[in-house]
């Protein structure tokens, strides 16, 4: 889609997406087995007989008939007495109504006695209501009756109030897991730590968005080791669509009011849910209802409302009428209430035209499912990674006719004229750094092994199959995995470091893309700033502090295993990008293309993949869609902060310098030719400096003592 761009706000006048992939349409991700099972749940269903399950696939994948499967299992094979489904909002509690199972090839249907699922019953949802309902929780415990569904705060308030012994013997299901967390200030995360250790319940736990927002596990690493991974990638649910041909994501940056330029990224055509900005969030006009009004005056001439459904009736420039959803009005509770359960409407499910436009604030996110939702557009950053996957999930669904997906955020660009620069480098950054993490969530993913290791089970090595010396890359056709050899690669030792390395290299993606320092140097400083430092250095540092408890072997491994996803993924985003430049880009084979390229060219080894900068791609886009001057003022800002050597990076420095000195026979010099040779002596020089202040702060304590 091209942007015309206008004087009065120039926002960027061609939209350049930061991501965009192109599926295969296998289809292979809507066909159901004998059991009535899609390939997630059949994937999920073959681990149900372990009591701790982790369940780590994205949204529309079918997390809540998996656990349909797995609860019934337990329940009718397993001996399990009851299952109780634990959800974060009422909303979400529709998942998990009644499902003619046996009617696809199950075993049993899934019912829930009325009463039972308490997200259904009446009264807001806040945490009086949910406390009231403990007493209902309680009476279904002592009951005969096998599944009970309620929300995250309702279980909390009744473990607290009936104790963790009183759920002896029971699956304890949670939904959207993400929302649990290590930190002791979590209560649902402290519970669940004490049903581990109690260990007399069975938990699958479930989520489309594992990594966090903030620094804070989501387990403890000794809780973590008990549960069994079932680990289902974007990559192979999206492959496997039958119609959803492409998805973009974009950062677009504007100047102005917003809702000027809305009306530029805003496809009237398209079916689109509309995030504007929290009232307290710098992009915001402080007036939400006038936003709307905005909102829906770009999108043509308001008609009125429709009394059934209580939609917006609006007469676009084309001659349509677009129906428009406005869940941000709280003004009128009844009419809020008619727009939802209209949206709801489970006979309208199917019905693509039944709504054009949603317009919300807090809503329309998590759970919320319109399959044919075409465009998530987001105004302002959003400081929570998770946050910004569930709502590009919302724009993920497969449904008959929809070939393109989008997700667009909406950025402040920072000008010369702003007082509040350094505020709008930063909302810059987070969406940047969403960006690229859902760029390494969407990619496939990666088996390394050193060079030469021979042919992984699985994989496809192409016609010449794989040969001893070569720069082999195979794909394992069901998974979409990638093997490469790389030369010089430390393979974990440890079983906790090898699941990291084939499990959670996201995790630590994401930890080093919400480091400040990391972007703004490896964006904006390249110049003064060398890859190790970012590749080796703070990401070694981020793996250190994330898994204390490994040894520095294994947390080496962790570090090079991250990296080197992180690189070649950007690296085959570039090749990509020269491809099609020559007109030989290859539809859904487009990024294997990209890797190949890369892999041809150079022989991998983990020194040459430390020495590229993973920013390199990300800011080829940045310079296309940020206005010059702006982008050469944030430079210069950031250029501007010189940083010494902390302590904590010369001493690791140092390390890399004694192994640089085991390897060639002598320490680095700083005169060398070579930039980061040059790096780690300043680094041996800084921290002898370090050594020698400490000795003399010591000498200076222990002579004022005597």
């Known amino acids: 889609m091209t942007t015309p761009t206008t004087s009065e706000n120039p926002t960027n006048a061609y939209t350049v997406p930061s991501v965009s992939i192109t599926t295969a349409r296998t289809g292979a991700s809507a066909k159901a087995n004998e059991l009535g099972m899609r390939a997630m749940q059949e994937r999920a269903y073959a681990r149900r007989g372990e009591q701790y399950l982790l369940i780590k696939s994205p949204p529309a994948s079918g997390k809540s008939r998996a656990l ?37 090839g199950f075993y049993w249907d899934w019912q829930v006695a009325p009463q039972w699922n308490l997200c259904n019953a009446p009264g807001a949802d806040d945490a009086q209501v949910a406390r009231s309902k403990v007493k209902a929780v309680g009476a279904f415990l002592a009951s005969s009756d096998r599944i009970l569904v309620c929300t995250h705060a309702t279980f909390r308030f009744a ?79 999206l492959n496997g669509y039958q119609w959803l041909k492409s998805l973009d994501i974009g950062y677009f940056f504007y100047t102005g009011a917003y809702v000027d330029a809305v009306a530029k990224v805003l496809d009237p055509a398209l079916k689109t849910i509309v995030h504007i ?47 428009v959803a406005d869940l941000v009005d709280d003004s009128d509770p009844a009419r809020r209430s ?78 010369a ?12 950054l987070k969406a940047i750094s969403a960006s690229l993490l859902m760029e390494q969530v969407l990619a496939p993913r990666y088996e390394f092994t050193p060079k030469n290791s021979g042919p992984q089970e699985g994989f496809d090595y192409g016609a010449d199959g794989y040969t001893m010396g070569s720069p082999n890359m195979g794909v394992n056709p069901h998974t979409g995995q990638i093997h490469l050899e790389v030369n010089g690669l430390k393979s974990p030792q440890s079983p906790e470091a090898t699941r990291i390395c084939k499990e959670d290299l996201n995790e630590v993606v994401t ?6 320092t990391v972007l703004e140097r490896g ?29 520095e072997a294994d947390q080496e491994a962790i570090r090079q295993h991250a990296i080197a996803a992180m690189n070649i993924t950007q690296q085959a985003k570039l090749a990509l990008a020269r491809l099609d430049a020559n007109g030989s880009g290859s539809g859904h084979t487009a990024l294997l293309d990209g890797v190949r390229k890369f892999v041809n060219v150079r022989d991998l080894n983990i020194d040459l993949i430390d020495g590229i900068n993973p920013f390199e791609a990300a800011y080829a886009v940045l310079a296309k869609t940020m206005d010059e001057k702006s982008l050469l003022q944030v430079q210069a800002s950031i250029a501007a902060k010189k940083m010494s050597i902390p302590e904590e990076e010369a001493r690791e420095l140092a390390k890399r310098a004694l192994l640089f000195k085991t390897e060639r026979g002598r320490l680095p010099d ?30 200076q304590g222990e002579s004022g003592r005597g």
């Open 68 to 104: 349909m499967f797995i609860a019934l299992d337990k329940l009718h094979n397993q001996g399990l007495r009851q299952a109780i489904i634990v959800v974060p909002e009422r909303s979400i509690g529709a998942s998990f109504a009644d499902e003619p199972l046996r009617q696809y």
């Open 159 to 237: 473990v607290e109030e009936l104790g963790i012994e009183t759920f002896d013997n029971r699956l304890i299901a949670i939904d959207e897991f993400h929302h649990v967390s290590s930190d002791p200030a979590s209560k649902l995360g402290s519970q669940l730590g004490a049903f581990i250790a109690r260990d007399k319940v069975h938990v699958v736990a479930m989520t489309g968005s594992y990594f966090r927002g903030d620094s804070v596990a989501v387990l403890t690493p000794a809780d973590e080791a008990r549960f069994e991974t079932v680990t289902y990638t974007y990559y192979e649910q």
């Open 277 to 323: 900005p929290n009232v307290n969030a710098r992009e915001s006009l402080k007036d939400k209802q006038r936003e709307v009004d905005a909102i829906m005056h770009g999108l043509g001439e308001w008609q009125g409302v429709d009394p059934a459904s209580g939609f917006h009736r609006v007469l676009a420039r084309d001659g349509r009428t677009l129906k």
């Open 338 to 415: 008619r727009v939802l359960t209209a949206l709801k409407d489970p006979a309208q499910k199917g019905k693509r035209d039944h709504v054009d436009i949603i317009i919300a604030l807090g809503m329309a996110k998590e759970g919320f499912d319109w399959i044919w939702c075409e465009h998530a557009l987001t105004i302002g950053y959003r400081s929570s990674l998770t946050e910004i996957v569930q709502i590009i999930g919302r724009a993920t669904r497969d449904a008959r006719g929809k070939e393109r997906a989008r997700f667009t955020n909406l950025i402040a660009e920072p000008t």
């Open 417 to 428: 004229e702003q007082s509040a620069v350094a505020e709008a480098v930063n909302d810059m």
């Open 511 to 516: 930890s080093f893309l919400q480091d400040k």
């Open 523 to 551: 964006l904006f400083d390249q110049e003064n700033t060398l890859p190790e430092e970012l590749t080796i250095l703070r990401m070694g540092k981020i793996v250190r502090e994330r898994y204390p408890e490994l040894d």
């Open 670 to 699: 700083r005169n060398s030719t070579d930039p980061w040779e040059q790096r780690m002596a300043e680094g041996v020089a800084a921290f002898a400096r370090y050594r020698a202040q400490a000795k003399a702060a010591q000498t």
